[in-house]
């Protein structure tokens, strides 16, 4: 096999001539990327051979469609926190993958594309050539902050650095780079390797930290609220709420964050209820969305801003402070300025108030059956990945998490059938943690497909497929709130143990919390491929009284 040109043998470096895919596989690597999620096509053959020749530099691994190698990116960097690639056939290919694209923004997640693009000079004339889409740079920058295209070989060093850059700076997100057909080939003499842009951080703003310190030190009910901005904060908001004995809420995107064993974290329900109470709220890489869409606001209540993002915290009503950039040093700031602090324990008072709330949770016995099988199994590093399903509600409000990174949930996209092929990214980087993921009937089947890619690449995730024949969330809402005018919500099924197995995948059945526990414990023993659970299950009761509720402060 022909490795890697040896730089040394070259007798000259001007003769050592560079294609644009070389340097851009090249760039990547030197920025630490070791995996590209990819579904190949004619648009991308130079690229391709290109991954081939990088050798181990690299690997590739291919998929079944193209929303999976998307969704395996996001899986990879939602629990790495490092930027991931995928690469895609334009047209077709990229919108695909949209949907996991439009996640990823959604959920600040720096995911690299490599969309391909027809001929050069055809771009844009319409003349009809294989995957021409119209604009499609146009479209792409409706779905991303940062979008270019390499035009020539001694561009994409220098793009692909921007390009992580701009995952990296300010709000995080995903990213695209596209590349005409007959570029990805065309070569030119090497260009120097580009070294990674740093990432720029704003200044603190000691006016604003002072201003928080003020606040919090005074407040006589504080809350922190925790969305998935704070997920690389753990330490600090965890030694934050400590401090201020402060309510930590978490609720999709920030669980983990506050280790669930502490009384004071909290997710939606009594989080409500401390909103109710508070006096300064502490919002840390959040949108406060349920705050101040649903639960209301007052002049009674100081809200103060950490975002990384300069344009969050005026969205919906001005802050009494907003510190802006990566909320671990800033939070560390705060806690300097907040040191020697005594506030009284409300460890007490938070152990009863769980209690009571648990009491009124306990309504949801058919989900927390299933959800105390998987936490007593699931290690506590393992991650748990979630859907758009009863038990993935659920799950949100009850499944005790223990560590950051370790609770994958879509946020405000909550698409159906984000969760397995997200759940196979993230079990492929990080093979050290069992992964788990969870779905209904309806979801799975949006990227079941990917079992194959699963078997293929020897990926180790397992999933459990909650079967009750139906799209059960709007069955329910058709019974509950249309006169049981029931349509398009019963769902006709394969035999997903014969259709586990057929892939080549472990698969059993489970029909109750029991079975499922020992079929996880063998799911999780096996290391070498992925494990299909099915539990056949039958209506749940309603989460949506402990999710969408009603005002508990301002008038409307
Ligand atoms: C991309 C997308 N399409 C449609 C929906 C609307 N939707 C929300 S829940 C649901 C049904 C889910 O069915 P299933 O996965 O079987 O879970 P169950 O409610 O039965 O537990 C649908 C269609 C959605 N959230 N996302
Ligand atoms: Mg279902």
Redesign the pocket.
């Known amino acids: 096999m022909t490795k890697p040109t040896q730089r040394k043998e070259a007798p000259s470096r001007a003769r050592v001539r560079t294609t644009t895919a070389e340097a851009t596989v090249a760039a990547l690597v030197a920025h630490g990327i070791d995996t590209i999620y990819a579904l190949p096509g004619v648009h991308n053959d130079s690229l391709f051979d290109a991954l081939f020749r990088a050798g181990e530099r690299i690997r590739t691994i291919h998929t079944r469609h193209e929303q999976g190698a998307a969704y395996m990116a996001l899986g990879a960097a939602l629990v790495t926190a490092k930027p991931q690639v995928y690469a895609v056939v334009p047209g077709p290919g990229l919108l695909n993958s949209a ?1 996991a694209l439009l996640t990823a923004y959604g959920m600040n997640a720096p995911v690299l594309a490599l969309i391909g693009q027809i001929a050069q000079s055809a771009i844009g004339r319409g003349l009809g050539h294989l995957h021409e889409i119209r604009d499609q740079r146009g479209i792409i920058e409706r779905l991303v902050d940062f979008c270019a295209r390499i035009r020539e070989p001694n561009e994409a060093a220098g793009l692909v650095a921007q390009a992580v850059q701009a995952m990296r700076t300010g709000r995080p997100g995903p990213a695209v780079l596209e590349c005409a057909m007959d570029v990805w080939g065309r070569s030119a003499p090497a260009a120097a390797v580009v070294q990674p842009l740093p990432a720029s951080q704003p200044a603190l703003d000691e006016d604003a930290i002072g201003e928080a310190a003020k606040r919090l030190a005074a407040a006589k009910r504080p809350l922190i609220v925790a969305g998935g901005g704070a997920q690389g904060a753990s330490a600090e908001v965890t030694e934050l709420s400590g401090l201020l004995q402060a309510p930590v809420l978490a609720y999709r995107r920030g669980r983990g964050v506050l280790d669930s064993r502490d009384p004071l974290s909290v997710t939606l329900p009594l989080g409500r209820e401390l909103w109710g109470e508070a006096d300064v709220v502490l919002a840390v890489g959040t949108r406060l969305f349920h705050g101040f869409t649903q639960w209301g606001i007052d002049p009674g209540l100081a809200i103060i801003r950490v975002d990384a993002d300069p344009e969050e915290p005026e969205r919906f009503a001005p802050p009494a402070a907003a510190l802006i950039g990566d909320a671990g040093p800033i939070l560390s700031r705060l806690l300097d300025a907040l040191s020697g602090l005594d506030r009284p324990s409300r460890r007490a008072e938070m152990e009863d108030r769980q209690v009571q709330m648990s009491r009124r949770l306990a309504k949801l016995a058919p989900q927390i059956g299933f959800l105390d099988a998987i936490r007593a199994e699931l290690p506590e590093d393992g991650i748990f990945v979630d ?4 038990i993935g509600f659920a799950a949100r409000l009850l499944l005790p998490v223990y560590r950051p990174r370790t609770f994958l949930s879509p946020g405000y996209q ?4 984000w969760g397995f092929a997200t759940a196979l990214g993230a079990q492929h980087a990080r093979p050290d943690v069992p992964v788990l993921s969870i ?5 799975f089947l949006f990227t079941s497909n990917e079992l194959a890619t699963a078997v293929r690449h020897r990926i180790p995730l397992t999933c459990v497929v ?1 079967n ?1 024949g ?5 069955r329910r809402i058709q019974e509950e709130q249309y006169g049981n005018r029931m349509i398009a919500n019963d769902l006709a099924n394969p035999d997903f143990v014969r259709y586990g197995e057929s892939f080549g995948a472990e698969a059993e059945r489970a029909h109750n919390p029991q079975e499922l526990r020992s079929a996880l414990r063998r799911a999780f023993k096996r290391r070498d491929g992925p494990t299909l659970i099915e539990v056949p299950v039958g209506p749940m009761p309603s989460p949506w009284e402990f999710i969408h509720m009603p005002r508990v402060r301002g008038s409307s």
Do not use: I, M
């Open positions: 949907a859907e758009v399903t009863q909550d698409n159906l059938g779905s209904g009937d309806g979801g909650f009750d139906a799209f059960g969330n709007v």
